[in-house]
């Protein structure tokens, strides 16, 4: 199931749940719902709403960060970040998949006993306003020497450069634009024929 296209939803392109909509029509099955500009109860309310459409489908759903309403809404999964909670924590409240995101090699050797890994970004990007300066497609190599668990490229990640990054050996890719936005069905297309 960790495979293939991995949707993080960002407001900046609309509504969370048509774009949750779209991605699942489109055939995705990894979701994740990122939001970092509301209160929090106006964001357990849009995860409550994104856990009821997803159920409808054989899909994961995975919260950003908050492991408190991963848990409230039944997610699947939390995906954290290096400056949240632990993973060992994590585990000891969260039964459900943990992934994190890693941008150099001596993170990945900290998160092997992490689900999967979210690593980049591998170009630049521009959807996440705290983003790192790219690794390229060498930084991802070197980190995917350490690790035996699904990788998710994730960062700048578009119908031009994405058969590159898949060339890597990644378990996907996770985007934001190349699905919220236009072409998104050729997008899709072309990792599913890839990864196939």
Same mark, same amino acid.
């Given at each position: 199931?960790?495979?293939?296209?991995?949707?993080?939803? =960002?407001?900046?392109?609309?509504?969370?749940?048509?774009?949750?909509?779209?991605?699942?029509?489109?055939?995705?099955?990894?979701? @994740?719902?990122?939001?970092?500009?509301?209160?929090? #109860? %106006?964001?357990?309310? +849009?995860?409550?709403?994104?856990?009821?459409?997803?159920?409808?489908?054989? /899909?994961?759903? +995975?919260? &950003?960060?908050?492991?408190?309403?991963?848990?409230?809404? *039944?997610? *699947?999964?939390?995906?954290?970040? @290096?400056?949240?909670?632990?993973?060992?924590?994590?585990?000891?409240?969260? *039964?459900?998949?943990?992934?994190?995101?890693?941008? &150099?090699?001596? %993170? /990945? #050797?900290?998160?092997? $006993?992490?689900?999967?890994?979210?690593?980049?970004? +591998?170009? #630049?990007?521009?959807?996440?306003? =705290?983003?790192? $300066?790219?690794?390229?497609?060498?930084?991802?190599?070197?980190?995917?020497? %350490?690790?035996?668990?699904?990788?998710?490229?994730?960062? !700048?990640? $578009?119908?031009? &450069?994405?058969?590159?990054?898949?060339?890597?050996?990644?378990?996907?890719?996770?985007?934001?634009? /190349?699905?919220?936005? =236009? !072409?998104?069905?050729?997008?899709?297309?072309?990792?599913?024929?890839?990864?196939?």
């Amino acid at each position: 199931m960790l495979r293939g296209v991995y949707f993080i939803t =960002d407001s900046k392109f609309g509504d969370h749940e048509e774009m949750v909509k779209k991605a699942l029509e489109l055939g995705i099955r990894i979701i @994740q719902f990122r939001e970092k500009r509301i209160k929090d #109860r %106006e964001r357990y309310f +849009i995860a409550k709403k994104l856990r009821e459409i997803i159920d409808c489908y054989d /899909a994961l759903f +995975i919260v &950003n960060d908050r492991v408190d309403i991963a848990i409230a809404v *039944d997610a *699947d999964g939390v995906h954290l970040g @290096q400056e949240d909670l632990p993973i060992e924590v994590v585990r000891e409240i969260f *039964d459900g998949l943990i992934g994190i995101s890693v941008h &150099n090699v001596e %993170e /990945a #050797r900290k998160a092997k $006993n992490a689900d999967y890994v979210g690593v980049g970004p +591998i170009f #630049r990007t521009t959807t996440k306003e =705290d983003a790192r $300066n790219e690794i390229g497609i060498p930084g991802l190599i070197e980190i995917m020497k %350490e690790l035996t668990i699904p990788v998710f490229a994730i960062g !700048g990640i $578009n119908i031009k &450069n994405v058969v590159e990054v898949l060339k890597c050996g990644v378990s996907g890719v996770a985007v934001v634009s /190349a699905v919220a936005g =236009d !072409g998104a069905k050729d997008f899709v297309d072309t990792v599913k024929k890839y990864l196939k």
